[in-house]
Every structure is written in structure tokens, then in C-alpha cells.
């Protein structure tokens, strides 16, 4: 069963910058979708971005222009370079990778950026 590792929270000023990283274990399909979703509290878990195994990727609204998926897939990773962080971006992030008949998370890593 695949496992996924998220490293790179922590706590930044508005304005920061922070690097999440995800890496998997198992065996990665071709059809696998990875991506970054969020939950602040109170709020339901949304999707922050994601990335087909073809590089393709689609991105929340509200971090557009700001925030930059990767994806190693050699590595079995994925990556979130958050930039001009906001004290709305505050939510634990979690890491997802999903198919068609699977829909796996990470444990969550806390994003929290002070004003």
C-alpha cells in the first residue's frame, strides 16, 4: 500500500517563501494524479494543485502565480514552491495521490504565516 511522506512546513512571514516536498512509496501508475490540498481550520479541505504523470497542472485560483507544482516522477515525488505567502494560506497540507481506483494521503504537514 502506497505511503506518502510530506516534509517542509513550518512557520514563515507574510511575504515568505516555503518548499513542501512529497515523496511516495510504491508504485507510481501512469495514470496517477499528485497533487496538494488544504484544510484551515473550520474550513473543508480544498485542492491547492495538482499534476498529471505528463507534467500537466492545474492550480487553485487563490494560489495562481504564487505557488509552483512539481513532480519527480523517478523519485516518486512531488513538490510545492509557495511563494508571497499570505496568512490565508495557513492550513495543514496534505499530499494526495489519486487514480481511478485509488485516493491516498499524507499525513499533513502545518503551513502557518504570521502577518
Known amino acids: 500500500q502506497m505511503q506518502l511522506v510530506e516534509s517542509g512546513g513550518g512557520l514563515v512571514q507574510a511575504g515568505g517563501s516555503l518548499r513542501l516536498s512529497c515523496v511516495a512509496s510504491?508504485?507510481?501508475?501512469?495514470?496517477?494524479?499528485m497533487g496538494w490540498y488544504r484544510q484551515a481550520p473550520g474550513n473543508q479541505r480544498e485542492l491547492v494543485a495538482s499534476?498529471?504523470?505528463?507534467?500537466?497542472?492545474n492550480y487553485a485560483d487563490a494560489v495562481k502565480g504564487r505557488f509552483t507544482i512539481s513532480r519527480d516522477n523517478a523519485k516518486i515525488a512531488v513538490y510545492l514552491q509557495m511563494t508571497s505567502l499570505k496568512p490565508e494560506d495557513t492550513a495543514v497540507y496534505y499530499c494526495n495521490v489519486q487514480s481511478s481506483w485509488r485516493n491516498t494521503w499524507g499525513q499533513g504537514t502545518q503551513v502557518t504565516v504570521s502577518s
Open positions: 499534476m498529471t504523470s505528463g507534467g500537466r497542472a
Open positions: 510504491g508504485i507510481i501508475g501512469s495514470t496517477d494524479v
